[in-house]
Structures are given as structure tokens and as C-alpha cells.
């Protein structure tokens, strides 16, 4: 990380200076080549789209954090280890899905009478995120997926 000093001169005198850090470890969203760029408590994780970009996303706690603080779904990364807070694809719930990465955030891929598309991701027993007639379904591999009854 370089550090630098704005040293301002206006009519031959000194009016002040500002020091800073440039290359600042970056936040939720900015783009990174490794974990090492984003902030403590975030990762770098790929984020599919028109072209694969890694961004900083927060960790998260599979077991005990289904749904982030921001609506995103906690995610389990390849390998193991801690989740990250995914910020999403670019299916709307009810488009077809391939995986997990396809969808929205706060979205999953879900095999759902026959079908594989994304759904509003939520809390078993709580079907605030779930729209008019829908409820909180569970998943085998838990968690659960909005849907009609």
C-alpha cells in the first residue's frame, strides 16, 4: 500500500495538506484479484455477469446465517470454509437457473417441480421475504426457497 500526501499551494503560500493511503483495502462490491484487496471480513469471490469479475464480498456463517444483513444469500464456497454474502447473478426469480450464481441476490437456483429456476431465498418459519400466497419452503440441504403452496 503507498501512502501520499496532497500538499495545496495557492499564491505561494501553503493552505494545507491531506494524507491518505491509496490502493485502500477496497469494500462490499469493489473489484479485487485477491482477498488480500478487500477490507477484513470480506472476500474476493467471482461474480458471473457478461464477464466474470471478482468483487469483495462479506464472509458470512453457513450454519448460523442463512440470509445476510444486505438481503444476499450466504453461500458455501468450493473447498469449504466460511460463506460469502453472494451478491448475485443476474436471474430474476422464476428465470431458469444452472446454479447458485445464476440467480439475483438474495436469490437460489432450486429444482422445483421438475423445473430448476431461480426463487427468493428465506428463513424456514419466516415468510417476510416471500411474496402474496407464497411461503417459506425447506430445502433438503437446508434453508429455504419462496413458494406457492
Excluded: H, K
Amino acid at each position: 500500500m503507498s501512502r501520499f500526501v496532497l500538499v495545496m499551494i495557492i499564491g505561494g503560500g501553503l493552505v494545507g495538506s491531506v494524507a491518505g493511503c491509496a490502493n485502500a483495502p477496497g469494500v462490499v462490491g469493489d473489484a479485487c484479484a485477491d482477498a488480500d484487496e478487500c477490507e477484513s471480513g470480506l472476500s474476493c469471490f467471482n461474480r458471473p455477469g457478461a464477464t466474470v469479475t471478482p468483487v469483495c464480498m462479506a464472509d458470512c456463517d453457513l450454519a448460523t446465517t442463512p440470509i445476510c444483513a444486505d438481503g444476499s444469500v450466504c453461500l458455501a464456497r468450493v473447498g469449504g470454509g466460511a460463506g460469502v454474502c453472494y451478491l448475485g447473478g443476474t436471474g430474476a426469480p422464476g428465470t431458469a437457473c444452472d446454479g447458485a450464481l445464476d440467480c439475483q441476490q438474495g436469490s437460489i437456483c432450486v429444482n422445483s417441480g421438475g423445473m430448476t429456476q431461480c426463487a427468493t431465498a428465506c428463513v424456514v418459519g419466516d415468510d417476510s421475504r416471500c411474496g402474496t400466497g407464497e411461503t417459506c419452503s425447506a430445502l433438503m440441504s437446508g434453508g429455504g426457497f419462496c413458494a406457492a403452496p
